[in-house]
């Protein structure tokens, strides 16, 4: 079967009660089930985790090399700082998709810059949290004709 890690970063443990009119109500749990069961139904793997740490998300991407066809990660605040995930996710030779629930481009200026995006295949961006399962079609039809 063809493995999918989704990686989501600091906060979005809190998905559903952090600033729900931005984010929505759904659960990083609800989100993570949804994944599960479309996974299956298009014949993928998915591994979900969520941290609030930079340096255990370093580690995850790093562990998806020769693991996973693809990642699908939602860097959350890291998105506007970390070159250490840029850094990581540039030596993952996989496909990456970044995902985020807002339109960041819609918000503060802080957040229209993503280090992610000089990496990622595609960007899923104010789609609320069908931007994950968008991603994981994009990720089913690339594992099928890696275009
Ligand atoms: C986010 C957008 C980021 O700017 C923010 O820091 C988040 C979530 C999103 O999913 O919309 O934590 O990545």
Known sequence: MTSI???????????????PEIYG???????????????????LTT??????????LVDWVQQARGEAFGIIINPAAFTHT????LDALKAYDGKVLEVHISNIHQRESFRH??????????ILAGLGTQGYLLALRRMAELSTNSS
């Open 5 to 19: 890690h989704i990686l989501n970063g600091p906060n979005l443990n809190l998905l559903g009660l952090r600033e």
């Open 25 to 43: 109500v759904q659960t990083l749990a609800d989100v993570d089930k949804a994944c599960t069961d479309l996974g299956a139904e298009l014949g």
């Open 47 to 56: 591994v979900f985790r969520q941290s609030n740490h930079e340096g255990e």
């Open 82 to 85: 970390s070159v250490a995930l």
């Open 113 to 122: 810059h993503s280090f992610i995006s000089g990496r990622a295949d595609g």
